[in-house]
């Protein structure tokens, strides 16, 4: 008779689960369950992530995530709390050290990475852009 619940039961806490992180941690919708499928226009394709790599004095440079990076990117990108976009800060600075941006410039000591998604108003349908997270990572202290 129990094991006649524990679908139910195992559906509750997934949904649950779902909604909290979707509240909380801005997981995309559409993921971890799909439950927002059909009553959001949040998902991953509609938002974007920016990485900006600041050197000593200032100048700034947009690192493109590509390659090895793309799977942080996406991941970051869908759900951007502190450990997912941690993981992605300490991939992109490692693959700076390796790789100068150029040698003439000053090399970079932090990076900014900015998670962003598209919003709609629902009178005017009107695109919005929201930012998720805004996160800086020092890494010349």
Known sequence: RILGWLPCVLLVVVASNHFMLVRTQHLAPWLGGGFGMFASTDVGSTRWIAVTAVSENGDEHRVPLKGQLRDL????RNLPNAS??????????????????????????SLVIEVWKTRYHAKSLQPEQIQLALEYFDFKK
Do not use: C, F, G, N
């Open 73 to 76: 990117k996406y991941r970051a």
């Open 84 to 109: 997912q976009l941690d993981a992605l800060a300490q991939a992109v600075w490692k693959k700076l050290e390796k790789d100068a941006i150029e040698a003439t410039e000053s090399p970079p000591a």
